[in-house]
Structure formats: structure tokens, C-alpha cells
T-cell receptor, first 113, second 114 residues
Framework: SAVISQKPSRDICQRGTSLTIQCQVD?????MFWYRQQPGQSLTLIAT?????????ESGFVIDKFPISRPNLTFSTLTVSNMSPEDSSIYLC??????????FGPGTRLTVL | AQSVTQLGSHVSVSEGALVLLRCNYS??????LFWYVQYPNQGLQLLLK??????LVKGINGFEAEFKKSETSFHLTKPSAHMSDAAEYFC????????????FGTGTKLQVIP
């Protein structure tokens, strides 16, 4: 299995600010994804991070709120912009290393006050 | 469209007892199926997967799951629960491999009682 790291592991932020989460993979992946896991709930796909081009967002998620970058095959960032308490969640980075299996980072636990 | 239903958001078993976590799926094509485990304050770890071939799949930590097409099920089992198995378990499905998205179930929290 691959190693996926994220930072920060957790943060407490003020309403109206932005936070950028970094995801680093230890080997090249075919696809990278960002998920949100709200308290007590399952995972919701935010977007697919595309190398060198705009991310592909799922319904209900927009680039202005969650800008994503993926400058190369092993690194991606997710920014949570203009945060509100409703954005308090765990944000998970995921990479697909072959055609069938996704691996996950440890997550970033975000609390917005 | 694909979907996953996990029966029981919370399951409690005694230490040493059988663990059975239920998962039913819906898919318009032959599915790929996964079980992930999430320990408190951690990310998701892949337990096992079914793509093609043998329908009984063995994973890490003594877990296994059987793909039953006729029942559209992929239940997770372990013969004897250990305290360290206490975690949340997610079943997931994708419509094949490649660039297909993975859809997760709502999760089942497993409590192991000493």
C-alpha cells in the first residue's frame, strides 16, 4: 500500500478565514480525490484533483469555495475558503494507485469557530 | 447509479464472538467492492476488496467478506472479535475499476464488549 500524508492534521479556525490543506503521496498516483466527512457521517466526494488542470467538482461543491490544485502527480492542495462553522469536518485526501483501489490519508480535522 | 446500504449504524459484540457487518449494494455493472476501517481520529484503511475471481476475499486482521451476486451483498465477518477491532467500518462500491468513482456506505460502528 502507499503512504499518503496530510497537513495540518487538525486546525481551529475563525469564521471568514481560509485554510489550505496539503496532501503528499509517496509514489505516483493515477487519480487524487478530496473527501469531506462531517461529524458522524460517511464520506462525501468533493472533487477529483486533476494534474495541471482544473479539478472536477461534485454536485454541491464549487471551485470558489474549495479551490484545488495538483501541480504534479504526487501533491495536491485543498483550500476551504471563507469558512463557516458548517465547514467543520474531517477532510480526507485519497489516491488511486492502480485501476481499482483507493488509499486514504489520515485526514485533517477542521473546527471553525 | 451505484449505491451502498449498511444495515446497522452500531453493532456490539462480545470479545471472542463472531463479527458480522452487513453491506448490500446496487450497481448496473459488475461491481468492485471494498471494506475500509477507520479507527478513532485516523483516516481510512483498506481491509479488503473484491474485483473479480474468487468470491470469498480475505483481508487484514482476520477479516473476510463474501461477494454474493444473487443477494447483492458483501458482508464482512470475523470469527472472533478482539478489543482492537472497535472502529467504524465502511463498505464501498465502484462500477468497475479505472476512473469509476467510489461510493461509500454510511458506516457501522463496531463496539467490542470485554
Amino acid at each position: 500500500s502507499a503512504v499518503i500524508s496530510q497537513k495540518p492534521s487538525r486546525d481551529i479556525c475563525q469564521r471568514g478565514t481560509s485554510l489550505t490543506i496539503q496532501c503528499q503521496v509517496d509514489s505516483q498516483v493515477t487519480m487524487m480525490f478530496w473527501y469531506r466527512q462531517q461529524p458522524g457521517q460517511s464520506l462525501t466526494l468533493i472533487a477529483t484533483a486533476n494534474q495541471g488542470s482544473e479539478a472536477t467538482y461534485e454536485s454541491g461543491f464549487v471551485i470558489d469555495k474549495f479551490p484545488i490544485s495538483r501541480p504534479n502527480l504526487t501533491f495536491s492542495t485543498l483550500t476551504v475558503s471563507n469558512m463557516s462553522p458548517e465547514d467543520s469536518s474531517i477532510y480526507l485526501c485519497s489516491g488511486k494507485f492502480n485501476t481499482d483501489t483507493q488509499y486514504f490519508g489520515p485526514g485533517t480535522r477542521l473546527t471553525v469557530l | 447509479a451505484q449505491s451502498v446500504t449498511q444495515l446497522g449504524s452500531h453493532v456490539s459484540v462480545s470479545e471472542g464472538a463472531l463479527v458480522l457487518l452487513r453491506c448490500n449494494y446496487s450497481s448496473s455493472v459488475p461491481p468492485y467492492l471494498f471494506w475500509y476501517v477507520q479507527y478513532p481520529n485516523q483516516g481510512l484503511q483498506l481491509l479488503l476488496k473484491y474485483t473479480t475471481g474468487a468470491t470469498l476475499v480475505k483481508g487484514i486482521n482476520g477479516f473476510e467478506a463474501e461477494f454474493k451476486k444473487s443477494e447483492t451483498s458483501f458482508h464482512l465477518t470475523k470469527p472472533s472479535a478482539h478489543m482492537s477491532d472497535a472502529a467504524e467500518y465502511f463498505c464501498a462500491v465502484s462500477e468497475g475499476g479505472g476512473y469509476q468513482k467510489v461510493t461509500f456506505g454510511t458506516g457501522t460502528k463496531l463496539q467490542v464488549i470485554p
